[in-house]
């Protein structure tokens, strides 16, 4: 599996001799500090997900049609996921050699990249139809695959970036 | 207070949570989770009430996110005891455990009053600066709870 990312290894070294990397690295309340932030932005930010994932399954937030949950929500899921992408970008600057040896960094990775592909397929293929299945209760099979996978994956990001914490497999 | 905690800390119960190499990282997994669906529910009312655009009415959007905040809270707290029982002397010398378990209980407090009088209202019995007012502050209160959570773990 890692020698699938020998090519980036050289990169993540290069990033891992900057000083100012090897500053917030060694910085007592830096680190922790993005940390703490990127929790907070991944709450926001999955949390709002997770609502219209539930009302994309239809078994949460029945009351909204989709496409007022969709508008309303939106704005703010970006907010969050560019507090998340900012203050996670950050903590792999400081120490990217510990992330390059972390399995589950990179299933996170993985996951965070099937996301997204599902997120863009659900808004340029499945939404165009919106207006046709937007009240009911029950939506269209493509509607709850994406919101089925969208679940699935969001939470393994989660799953799998908390589990960065446990180097079990170094 | 501090005997009761050692006595927390010693129950066999804790001793293997400690001592598992799996069941702490589980249960911190779980909590994380249970905070994503937690937080969701709050934000998706707090920035209606905030926002206040013309949509849907605050008091539907309330109703549909009420199952996901006391399954979610319910969660939180199921993954929360362990953590809490298995790191008792831990937390009880932790200044932010402390503060998140104050603040915790006045988010909870407003929350299932205030809170919910306002978001279940009919629409236009609450003026809009309240309403904003009342979303700011739900904001705010469960922020307040989660960013020391993060800390307990980080400055021991």
């Known amino acids: 599996m890692l020698e699938l990312l020998m090519p980036l ?19 007592q309340y830096v680190y922790p500090g993005l940390l703490t932030s990127h929790v907070v932005a991944l709450c926001w930010f999955g949390g709002l997900i997770l609502m219209m994932d539930l009302r994309l399954l239809g078994v949460g937030n029945m009351q909204t049609p989709f496409s007022q949950l969709q508008r309303r929500l939106f704005p703010y899921q970006m907010v969050g996921m560019i507090f998340s992408a900012i203050t996670g970008l950050a903590l792999v600057y400081a120490q990217p050699m ?19 592909l599902n997120a863009l397929a659900f808004h340029y293929l499945t939404y165009n139809s919106v207006s046709r299945w937007d009240r009911d209760p029950i939506l269209p099979p493509a509607a ?6 969208g679940l699935a994956l969001w939470v393994g990001v989660v799953v799998s970036g908390r589990l960065i914490a446990y180097n079990w497999f170094q | 207070m501090l005997s009761y905690f050692e006595w927390l800390n010693n129950l066999p119960v804790s001793t293997a949570i400690r001592e598992s190499v799996w069941m702490s990282p589980l249960v911190n997994v779980a909590h994380l989770a249970a905070l994503v669906m937690f937080i969701g529910a709050v934000l ?23 199952p996901w905040l006391l399954v979610g809270f319910f969660l939180l707290f199921l993954t929360g005891v362990p953590q809490l029982i298995s790191n008792a002397l831990r937390e009880y010398y932790s200044i932010f455990f402390w503060f998140k378990m104050v ?3 006045v988010a909870l407090i ?21 309403r904003k007012l009342v979303g700011a502050l739900s904001i705010l209160l469960w922020g307040s709870v989660a960013i020391p959570a993060r800390l307990i773990g980080l400055f021991t």
């Open chain 2, 44 to 66: 998706i009312v707090d920035l209606k009430l905030v926002g206040n655009d013309e949509d849907t009415p605050v008091d539907a959007i309330a109703r549909g996110a009420e």
């Open chain 1, 98 to 116: 510990r992330f390059y040896v972390n399995i589950f960094f990179w299933v996170k990775m993985v996951m965070m990249a099937l996301a997204g």
């Open chain 2, 103 to 105: 603040v915790m209980v």
């Open chain 1, 144 to 149: 709850r695959l994406a919101g089925a996978l």
């Open chain 1, 9 to 27: 290894r050289s990169l993540f070294e290069w990033l891992d001799a900057f000083p100012s990397s090897i500053a917030i690295r060694e910085s």
């Open chain 2, 110 to 130: 407003f929350t299932f009053t205030i809170r919910r009088r306002v978001t279940l209202a009919p629409e236009g019995q609450f003026s809009a600066g309240a």
